[in-house]
């Protein structure tokens, strides 16, 4: 059975780091990319960052390039987002996603949430003093 499950969320300061995890199962992690979202309180979907299956691609919003970093362990079936630098404005639900299509050793990294058709529930990140 198709599964993400996200963890690693937390409360932290401003300036600080999280890596949330989102382990998949049910699906391999090399015929898809995962994709990472975000949504604050009264604030539409993000698109957050996204992984190819081939694992070489990898895109970023804006508002997060280089401070995050996505990566993943095929062995283990796991996608990490690796969040430095932390803001208040980064405070949101936090969800990883499957893609819809499966891509064998592809470069295939979306990041509109139209594109993901499977979805976890969520992790909650805090950035506060």
């Known amino acids: 059975q198709l599964q993400l499950v996200e963890s690693g969320g937390g409360l932290v300061q401003p300036g600080g780091s999280l890596r949330l995890s989102c382990a998949a199962s049910?699906?391999?992690?090399?015929?898809?990319?995962i994709g990472w979202f975000r949504q604050a309180p009264g604030k539409a979907r993000e698109g957050v960052s996204c992984?190819?299956?081939?694992?070489?691609?990898?895109i970023y919003a804006d508002s997060v390039q280089g401070r995050f970093t996505i990566s993943k362990d095929n062995a283990e079936n796991v996608v990490y987002l690796q969040m430095t630098s932390l803001t208040p404005e980064d405070k949101a639900i936090y969800y990883c996603?499957?893609?819809?299509?499966?891509?064998?050793?592809?470069?295939?990294?979306?990041?509109?949430?139209?594109?993901?058709?499977?979805w976890g529930q969520g992790t909650q990140v805090t950035v506060s003093s």
């Open positions: 996603a499957r893609a819809d299509f499966m891509m064998d050793n592809s470069d295939y990294a979306p990041l509109s949430g139209s594109d993901f058709s499977a």
């Open positions: 049910g699906f391999s992690l090399d015929y898809y990319a």
């Open positions: 992984i190819s299956s081939n694992g070489r691609s990898t």
